[in-house]
Antibody, heavy 125, light 109 residues
Framework: QMEVVESGGGVVKPGGSLTLSCVAS????????MHWVRQAPGKGLEWVAF????????TYANSVKRRFTISRDGSRNTLHLEMNSLRSEDMAVYYC??????????????????WGKGTTVIVSS | DIQMTQSPSSLSASVGDRVTITCRAS??????LNWYQQRPGRAPKLLIY???NLHSGVPSRFSGSGSGTDFTFTISSLQPEDFATYYC???????????FGGGTKVEIK
């Protein structure tokens, strides 16, 4: 059974740094693309970052570009999100999510099929 | 960047009702549109990918349609466990960038 478990959330001051981790089981993070998605209190879902299974292609939401870095440790089957220069608007539950794809007819569809329970980041002085 | 607009933002319905949610993309996304359900305090769950394909284990009362910029998500007969928030999501692949709609909260009337 495929599963991801996040950790590393906590309370951090504005301008501070925090690194989130996500341990995958039942699949390899070097075989599937992986995302971070966040949800601020009472708000909707916001995509944060993506790492392609090849480990070299990474994309970020404009709101976190140049402040957050997605990375992985294949030997530990773990995904990370390094967050710097944290702001109050970064306060959210952060979900680690597995990417997947399926061909239907002539179309190749991508979707997010395995979600963790999330880890909470609080940015407060 | 592609923006996704969902409507309504919330609705009230009764068990057994037919419920329809719409999602509009700011640019054509072909059929690269997914739908997720999020129950309170829980992580989201994939329901439909590629506009109309049911994810494994998802009941057939859920369906989706559309293409280009306009999409529809339907629950044919609302069940008690369907009261939740639903999100549409586009997923372009070059580069791989994801955008969610603002969500539709389905509440009990």
């Amino acid at each position: 059974q495929m599963e991801v478990v996040e950790s590393g959330g906590g309370v951090v001051k504005p301008g501070g740094s925090l690194t989130l981790s996500c341990v995958a089981s039942g699949f390899s993070v070097t075989t599937y693309g992986m995302h971070w998605v966040r949800q601020a209190p009472g708000k909707g879902l916001e995509w944060v970052a993506f790492m392609h299974y090849d480990g070299t292609t990474k994309t970020y939401a404009n709101s976190v570009k140049r402040r957050f870095t997605i990375s992985r440790d294949g030997s530990r089957n773990t995904l990370h999100l390094e967050m710097n220069s944290l702001r109050s608007e970064d306060m959210a539950v952060y979900y680690c999510v597995k990417d997947n794809k399926k061909t239907v007819g002539s179309n190749l569809f991508y979707y997010m099929d395995v979600w963790g329970k999330g880890t909470t980041v609080i940015v407060s002085s | 960047d592609i923006q996704m607009t969902q409507s309504p933002s919330s609705l009230s319905a009764s068990v057994g009702d037919r419920v329809t949610i719409t999602c509009r993309a700011s640019h054509s996304i072909n059929r690269y549109l997914n739908w997720y359900q999020q129950r309170p305090g829980r992580a989201p769950k994939l329901l439909i990918y590629g506009t109309s394909n049911l994810h494994s284990g998802v009941p057939s009362r859920f369906s989706g349609s559309g293409s280009g910029t306009d999409f529809t998500f339907t629950i044919s007969s609302l069940q008690p466990e369907d009261f939740a928030t639903y999100y549409c999501q586009q997923s372009s692949n070059n580069p791989r960038v994801v955008t969610f709609g603002g969500g539709t909260k389905v509440e009990i009337k």
